[in-house]
Nanobody, 118 residues
Framework: QVQLVESGGGLVQAGGSLRLSCAAS????????VGWIRQAPGKERQFVAE????????TYAAFAKGRFTISSDNAKNTVYLQMIGLKPEDTAVYYC???????????WGQGTQVTVST
């Protein structure tokens, strides 16, 4: 089992920055990749970025490229999402999720709210 806890969300003005954290516990050595996925009110979940645990390779959604950076500190079992140049359309609940090699996100955190005001 893997437990994930997100933190770092909040209210920020457009153009501002936030850094989200995803702390993993439990069977962390089994984690193959960790992703950030967001869900805005009334919309479906949307992939943001992901990072592979052993290689640190990353993938980003088109809207995230150049503004968001995903990184990890394996010693702390924590994955970060640094977001700059935030826009009102980035308002959403941001979830981190872990894949243990099944090529699907099996474990999810509770989410952290990000609200970007105009």
């Amino acid at each position: 089992q893997v437990q994930l806890v997100e933190s770092g969300g909040g209210l920020v003005q457009a153009g501002g920055s936030l850094r989200l954290s995803c702390a993993a516990s439990g069977d962390t050595v089994s984690i193959y990749r960790v992703g950030w996925i967001r869900q805005a009110p009334g919309k479906e979940r949307q992939f943001v970025a992901e990072i592979y645990r052993t290689t640190s390779a990353t993938t980003y959604a088109a809207f995230a490229k150049g503004r968001f950076t995903i990184s990890s500190d394996n010693a702390k079992n924590t994955v970060y999402l640094q977001m700059i140049g935030l826009k009102p359309e980035d308002t959403a609940v941001y979830y981190c999720a872990a894949d243990r090699g099944n090529m699907k996100y099996d474990y999810w955190g509770q989410g952290t709210q990000v609200t970007v005001s105009t």
